[in-house]
């Protein structure tokens, strides 16, 4: 007989994750002004926003270390305590992909990204903010699954784990389009390797929300 899961913890470790995955999806939005800020020729913030982000996930990483800490040996969960830590290591690598996303266009801010290049990041950007802000609502359906063990609410959850693999696989298809129109329209090569590479790393923003879903998928599994 499965144990309702909060009937063995004083605080269950969903509280943290719910914690964790509305800072990865406030991140998410500073993503997206740091990103139209680097291509508006009047922005002068961008440093400012990627500071903000690098802060966000200093903190995230205070509640990761707090959910790992009150999950001591031992500890009866109703699911796999290291798919659990799986789970959070995935949505922290969301927040950890636009910290390495605005990183990057730190390193090389100026030119910045070629104008006929602006739309396309801009959409793909858009693209991914979808699964950063699914995680959290993935959390919140999961927990009530957790407390409920209903048949139900385990669909609901399944429902989300699915719409973010379609959501990554939309976000596969414009970064691949995107990576193709980079070789047509640029020709200095030092700027053709930093736009490929910038759009493979906000395209793995998605990738790893795909992968919490996976995790998640594992945790509500019977």
């Avoid at 470790?13 to 964790?20: R, S």
């Avoid at 490929?196 to 019977?222: F, K, Q, S, Y």
Wanted: glycine residues 4%.
């Amino acid at each position: 007989m499965r144990l309702p899961f909060f009937s063995i913890f004083i605080t269950s470790p969903f509280d943290g994750l719910q914690e964790h995955a509305d800072k990865v999806k406030e991140c998410g939005w500073i993503f997206q002004q740091a990103i139209e800020c680097h291509v508006a020729d009047r922005c002068k913030r961008f440093e400012e926003f990627r500071q903000e982000v690098v802060e966000m996930e200093r903190v995230a990483d205070a509640i990761k270390r707090r959910i790992r800490g009150h999950l001591p040996k031992g500890t009866l969960l109703a699911v796999d305590k290291f798919q659990l830590f799986r789970y959070l290591r995935e949505q922290d690598q969301v927040m950890d992909t636009v910290e390495d996303a605005l990183d990057w266009i730190s390193f090389r801010s100026e030119p910045g990204i070629p104008e006929e290049l602006v739309k396309d990041f801009l959409i793909l950007v858009d693209t991914v903010l979808d699964p950063i802000e699914e995680l959290s609502r993935m959390v919140a359906e999961a927990r009530k699954y957790f407390e409920s063990f209903s048949e139900q609410q385990r669909v609901t959850v399944k429902d989300i784990i699915r719409n973010l693999r379609t959501m990554e696989h939309d976000t596969d298809r414009l970064e691949a389009a995107l990576k193709r129109k980079v070789f047509h329209v640029v020709k200095d090569p030092v700027t053709v390797f930093h736009m490929v590479r910038l759009a493979e790393t906000i395209g793995a923003i998605a990738d790893h929300a795909e992968n919490a879903g996976d995790m998640m998928r594992a945790m509500v599994a019977r």
